[in-house]
């Protein structure tokens, strides 16, 4: 069972390191860390698990809401509805005495626990903890796999939904009813509308789509807690030339990119393989941060796990990875447009896990 | 991670509603003698920023900080790409997107003339956050209590944004035909309806069959439904959140059992703040919003440390009541009576 293989891999990690104690944190943005320690995929307030050398898991909620969820949705645990979260949990430490106890992702972790006042100290147990993260086994693709599929569907249903006169936030509702009924109980998504006034994507608006718009979306459903990313565009009418031609940039960089993901590059690899493209084309200035934010990034229990895909980054590609390579910024002729699939790194290179065509969708004909 | 509409209507939450939030904390902040005051944000404790300038970050993570004179600002980790939205559905004088954001912020506030920082929440804050701040020369002070205070009662414009929410998740609800084959349906017809009325978010729980598990959970696959069940909506509309539940009985002889439930149960809302109304009652819980967390723990059967329920406060109440050996789930927001009036809900429970 996936629960449990995480928390042997991660009680192997804590022995291996010679940690006694880790203390991790998570909420609904960056609940990554928490689900895999916990198997809770934590809704509203924060939530801190404290794992032990011996595979013991003690969760702390301080959500009552989220209590009685968690008792429902998980097993093996004990749980403890603490409203006064730092606290509990620094009373629970004070206890471990002077074990070794590590911190995951530190940086969230709430400031009264960090204090060095408290009688206990936590090393940053996040590098360990991101390894784990990043490196997943056949269980986490499979479910990589299904959420992938569901994502080529949720994207169906988005281009149905995309017809002249609706607003922005209808498409969202739609997707995500579309992902309820079919028992998908997650999803993260941005949207654009418009033309080149449009600079990125956005929660939606009350905008309405109009003919000749660019739609852009990234749909990134989550089953059993993890992320499958997919970004398409699509044209409201008849694709122009300016419009076709971008998109042949975009779709040029893309494969550029996923060619490149193979064990033994970098995450640098993927991304300077798909900014070439762009530069080649006399579009290097829409590589920089002032135009996108990312070329790609991992997936797994959180939508924009690490490595992110820049050119700056230099993490390893290896062998069970997923990320996705999305190429996505700011064209000067047409505007924000998106491409994009997930793929996992295999032995050989690269499996793609979205399917549907890399094309420039027109609705609304 | 939010994906619904998150927009700043000036009719539903007028600058001038917004103003006199910042006037307030601001005569509290010269009483405390605070140069600032901080109010840490993402996307599951955006509640204080979004109390005094709207902002609520559909993910990442920034801190509005609020000078003892002048408008709100934000320091974000977003990208600057996002800036024009951002100002778009907030009332903030300027917005700074950076990386580092702690650091940005601790330098602004040293531009502005220094000073100590009253941090709502402090003891919650992000620790890389906190030390960024510290590192570049801020002095922290815990500002919970004073801005607690200052949120505890609503004003009209919450007051009216959580009746929008609370008849935005009756009328979700109200879509659930009773027909239903699985939570996959049912779900999707209350989330559909919530989104498509404007929810900022909505999260949809459910118990499928109350025979065997009272609790409301997320459910992942398609359940079947029992013979009763229960569905609770959670809905966020423009920074205001608000739950309700509704139980269905599907035996016709008990249909009327969840109205029996929610008599029982808006009388005990009746007497809030005086919870003795649902002593016989198998869980309660009174949530709302006094920081950052939009539905934090009140009052309870679990809860050990109550808060205080004051006058005018705007809460969520849930329970679960057996009637007639039917356990029923209810939940509906309510308000705390001001001035001797007594709690009334903001809408009638679903049933």
Excluded at chain 2, 20 to 26: E, L
Excluded at chain 2, 102 to 117: D, F, L, N, Q, S
Excluded at chain 2, 185 to 191: G, K
Aim: glycine letters at 8%; proline letters at 5%; aromatic letters at 6%.
């Amino acid at each position: 069972m996936l629960r449990d293989e995480r928390r042997r891999r991660l009680a192997d990690a804590m022995s291996e390191a010679r940690i006694d104690a880790l203390v991790v944190y998570g909420n609904a943005w960056q609940g990554d860390y928490l689900r895999y320690a916990s198997d809770f995929g934590i809704l509203e307030g924060s939530g801190i698990a404290i794992v032990t050398a011996d595979g013991r898991a003690e969760l702390f909620l301080d959500s009552a809401t989220e209590i009685e969820r968690a008792e429902g949705e998980t097993s093996g645990l004990a749980l403890n509805l603490a409203p006064d979260l730092a606290h509990a949990v620094a009373k629970h430490l004070a206890r471990l005495g002077n074990r070794r106890i590590a911190a995951a992702p530190q940086r969230f972790l709430p400031s009264y626990l960090a204090d060095p006042g408290r009688g206990f100290a936590l090393e940053d147990g996040t590098a360990l903890f991101d390894r784990l993260l990043m490196h997943k086994v056949a269980a986490e693709h499979d479910a990589l796999r299904r959420a992938a599929a569901i994502a080529d569907e949720a994207y169906l249903v988005f281009r149905e939904a995309a017809q002249p006169g609706r607003r922005q936030y209808e498409l969202t509702a739609a997707v995500e009813a579309f992902l309820r009924r079919k028992g998908c109980p997650d999803n993260f998504m941005i949207l654009g509308s418009g033309g080149k006034d449009v600079l990125g994507m956005t929660p939606p608006s009350d905008r309405l789509v109009a003919a000749g718009d660019l739609v852009t979306t990234e749909l990134t459903p989550a089953i059993e807690g993890y992320y499958a990313q997919i970004c398409r565009t699509l044209v409201v009418g008849r694709a122009n030339d300016a419009q076709r031609r971008a998109h042949a940039l975009y779709l040029e960089a893309l494969e550029a990119g996923i060619a490149a993901v193979r064990p033994g590059a970098t995450a640098a690899d993927v991304a300077r393989a798909e900014n070439d493209v762009f530069r080649k084309h006399g579009f290097g200035d829409y590589v920089t941060d002032q135009y996108t934010r990312v070329r790609g990034h991992g997936l797994g229990l959180f939508a924009d796990s690490k490595p992110h895909i820049l050119e700056d980054v230099h993490t390893n590609l290896v062998p069970g990875m997923a990320i996705v390579v999305h190429p996505n910024t700011y064209h000067p002729e047409v505007g924000y447009m998106v491409l994009g699939d997930s793929v996992l790194v295999t032995e050989t290179g690269a499996e793609v896990l979205t399917r549907t065509p890399r094309e420039l969708f027109e609705t609304g004909v | 991670m939010r994906r619904g509409l998150i927009a700043w209507s000036k009719a539903e939450l007028p600058e001038a509603a917004l103003a006199a939030r910042v006037a307030r904390a601001q005569v509290a902040m010269g009483q405390a003698g605070l140069a600032a005051l901080l109010c840490y944000s993402n996307n599951t404790r955006p509640a204080a920023a979004s109390y005094l300038c709207g902002f609520v970050p559909y993910w990442s993570e920034g801190v509005m900080l609020l000078p003892r004179e002048g408008s709100p600002y934000l320091v974000v980790a977003l990208s600057k790409r996002v800036a024009t939205w951002i100002e778009a559905t907030s009332r903030v004088a300027r917005v700074i997107s950076t990386g580092r954001f702690g650091a940005e912020a601790a330098k602004a506030i040293a531009a502005a003339g220094g000073g100590t920082v009253g941090v709502a929440d402090l003891d919650n804050f992000p620790a890389g956050i906190a030390s960024d701040m510290r590192g570049a020369g801020a002095t922290l002070a815990d500002a919970t209590a004073l801005f607690a205070e200052l949120r505890a009662a609503a004003d009209p414009a919450e007051l009216a944004l959580g009746a929008r929410a609370a008849a935005i998740a009756h009328a979700a609800l109200a879509r659930i035909s009773g027909a239903e084959a699985d939570t996959g349906a049912a779900i999707a017809a209350v989330e559909d309806h919530a989104r498509v009325s404007g929810a900022e978010e909505c999260y949809v729980s459910a118990a499928p069959d109350l025979a065997h598990d009272r609790r409301l959970l997320r459910i992942e696959g398609r359940v079947a439904l029992g013979a009763s069940y229960a569905i609770r909506a959670t809905v966020a509309y423009k920074g205001t959140w608000v739950r309700l539940a509704r139980t269905l009985v599907r035996d016709p002889a008990r249909a009327d059992l969840p109205r029996k439930a929610a008599e029982r149960f808006a009388a005990a809302v009746a007497s809030l703040p005086d919870t003795a109304g649902f002593a016989g009652m198998t869980s309660w819980l009174i949530e709302g919003c006094r920081i950052a967390q939009p539905l934090e723990p009140l009052a309870g059967a679990r809860l050990a440390t109550p808060h205080a329920l004051e006058p005018g406060r705007l809460v969520t109440v849930q329970a679960t009541l057996e009637i007639d050996g039917v356990p029923i789930v209810l939940a509906a927001p309510a308000l705390i009576g001001a001035a001797g009036a007594p709690a009334a809900l903001l809408v009638p429970p679903v049933f």
